[in-house]
């Protein structure tokens, strides 16, 4: 019996392992992968396991480097995923507790070297590691440049380490610092567009020490998006040299897949955090406003300007805001499309700037030089056919202005300021030529689609209310336009009193319903050359309190500020009725949807005459 005993006992000593399964909560059935997964300031549950295996779990967490030191030397001798794995979490976790530029660094190399080993299984892609892998390089390539910052900025430079740049329209020199997209927190966007894969996003920037470009049609100071890859060349030995180490810098809006070692990985990509950087640095909303009042406190900052450089083959789409608005009120419209690879691939975006108190003739007539300038700056020899198929997109008085620009005038519009042919005035050279430019212009042909939303093609109720004439006393007219006038008063008294009182009234005056440029509009044929499409606001009356505050009292369809009448156009080629009020109605999802399905009908009806210069997605072998 005692001996029965001692058996039993040494049995429960050596053998006894409590060897079962335990049922679990069966809600956390849906992440069995958690165990492949790191944790905060820890290894994942697998790499631990390894390290139990290679009896190196005594090295951790309390000597972190020594354990980097002996996975590395079973790693040359044997590169099994798992030891590769292991290797660069040790070195991520040692670098996260040091704060370690060099650490991170490579911690990158490791994970480089698991993702990209040359003897990979096919379904390695569904392994949780895998994915845990992409996330483990991408951090550490985060970690390495954010402890690089200096200033508040990333710079991209470094002498020991080559710079490349993939996909830009900018030099190499010419790209300055950058920062860290996850750094910020987009504010007053209803969309985040990012996609998943390799690469840091990053806020890029130009170099302030590069002269701008002399036309200043793209802001010398804009940001724009990139991602940054770093490369490892060599095997595990080079991975702590810095000079086995390239540093790729590439655009995503020309770059979405990258080919490393033989494979095609997508590219870790954010459109919309450099756009809302840029957008935040501006100002534009109170510029807008003040502008209104004082037009000349615009300055050089209106016009017409790109949020990329110009980029031969690409149809120009042109953003044109309405009254007491400025272009950042299309940045929900432009960071949605350009989420689209085929959009972006084929358009390029430019938004025109513009005192919005100033009469709206007067802005068409601006609109029209500096369009006409700029062409002759950018395609000189008139070569590039995508410059002859121009989208114009009007929010407001902004689709007044588009309209204006296809449409021939003949002399009706002189007629509406003075009875007097302007041939017979007495005036200025430089005054007779700006009311040349006004009052008698024709059809742009390199414009052959209009995209209008809430446009009061019929005039708005809201002009000859209390509230839109307290705005048109406080509409204010650029100096060089008082001074035409003035010219014209002084040289012309037979005219004056008829031209005082009919002469060049504010934006407010022309958006009355009886206003004689507004009927003139309004009733001039749409060309056959040009496609016309409407999109118009219309909102449940209980909801539009903008219209009982601004005196609308409208017994039809509205969006507050434009019935329905005003914005209908019967010879558009589409209309499309939204729920939204005025101010919202280029901002609506089922608008800027509209938008996408127009631009591409817009490409499949330009295709014999424009060749993409590329097909949307790019790839790049380093």
Request: hydrophobic letters at 40%.
């Amino acid at each position: 019996m005692r001996g029965r005993f001692y058996l039993l006992c040494f049995v429960f000593l050596i053998g006894c392992n409590g060897i079962g399964v335990r049922p679990v909560d069966r809600t956390a059935l849906a992440f069995t992968s958690v165990d492949s997964l790191p944790r905060p300031g820890q290894v994942s549950a697998r790499t631990l396991q390894l390290l139990r295996r290679y009896d190196l779990d005594g090295f951790y967490p309390g000597d972190l480097p020594q354990l980097r030191e002996r996975l590395l030397a079973e790693a040359k001798k044997e590169p099994l995923p798992g030891l590769l794995f292991a290797l660069a979490e040790a070195e991520f976790l040692q670098a996260e507790r040091v704060q370690s530029a060099e650490g991170y660094a490579r911690a990158a190399g490791y994970a480089y070297h698991y993702l990209f080993r040359s003897v990979r299984d096919p379904g390695e892609d569904y392994d949780p590691q895998f994915r845990a892998g992409c996330e483990l390089y991408n951090a550490s390539v985060a970690g390495w440049l954010a402890s690089r910052e200096q200033a508040g900025v990333i710079p991209l430079r470094d002498p020991g380490i080559p710079l490349a740049a993939t996909g830009f329209d900018y030099r190499l020199d010419e790209i300055g610092p950058a920062r860290l997209c996850a750094a910020y927190r987009v504010t007053g966007l209803p969309n985040l567009h990012r996609t998943y894969g390799l690469g840091v996003p990053l806020i890029g920037s130009r170099d302030p020490a590069i002269p701008p470009p002399e036309h200043g049609f793209h802001p010398a100071d804009a940001s724009f998006p990139a991602t940054a890859f770093l490369h490892f060349d060599g095997g595990l030995d080079a991975v702590a040299d810095p000079k086995t180490r390239r540093l790729e810098l590439i655009n995503p809006l020309t770059t979405q897949r990258l080919a490393v070692r033989g494979r095609l990985v997508p590219l870790e990509t954010d459109l919309t955090t450099p756009l809302a950087f840029f957008l935040g640095q501006t100002d534009l909303e109170r510029i807008g406003l003040i502008g209104f009042v004082r037009p000349d406190w615009i300055g050089e900052q209106g016009g017409l300007h790109a949020l990329q450089p110009y980029h031969k083959g690409k149809i120009p789409v042109v953003f044109v805001h309405g009254l007491l608005s400025s272009p950042a009120t299309w940045a929900p419209m432009y960071n949605d499309l350009l989420s689209d690879p085929v959009i972006r691939d084929r358009y390029q975006f430019w938004v025109y700037f513009y005192p919005t108190g100033k009469p709206y003739l007067l802005t068409a007539a601006s609109l029209r030089a500096e369009l006409s300038a700029l062409r002759d700056r950018l395609d000189p020899h008139h070569r590039d056919p995508a410059m002859n198929e121009m989208v114009f997109v009007g929010h407001s008085m902004g689709g007044l202005i588009s309209r204006l620009l296809t449409i021939d005038s003949g002399d009706d519009f002189w007629r509406i300021v003075s009875p007097e042919p302007l041939d017979r005035l007495q005036l200025k050279p430089r005054s007779r030529t700006e009311l040349r430019n006004t009052f008698y212009f024709e059809q742009q042909p390199y414009i052959t689609r209009a995209i209008f939303l809430g446009t009061p093609h019929r005039g708005s109720r809201l002009s000859p209310s209390f509230a839109g004439r307290l705005a048109a006393r406080l509409a204010g007219m650029p100096k060089r336009v008082m001074s035409t006038v003035q010219d014209i008063v002084e040289d012309n008294p037979n005219i004056a009193e008829a031209f005082r009182n009919n002469g060049l009234p504010n934006s407010v005056d022309l958006l009355a319903p009886d206003a004689p440029a507004l009927q003139l509009i309004a009733h001039r044929p749409r060309p056959a050359s040009v496609r016309y499409h409407s999109v118009i606001g219309v909102s449940p009356r209980s909801e539009l309190l903008i219209e009982r505050l601004l005196g609308g009292g409208y017994r039809q369809p509205s969006d507050g500020v434009v019935p329905y009448t005003s914005a209908h156009l019967q010879d558009a080629t589409s209309e499309l009725i939204v729920p939204a009020d005025h101010f919202r109605v280029h901002q609506h999802p089922l608008s800027i949807l509209e938008v996408r399905r127009i631009l591409l009908e817009h490409l499949r009806e330009t295709a014999e005459r424009i060749r993409p210069i590329r097909p949307a997605g790019g790839t790049k072998e380093p």
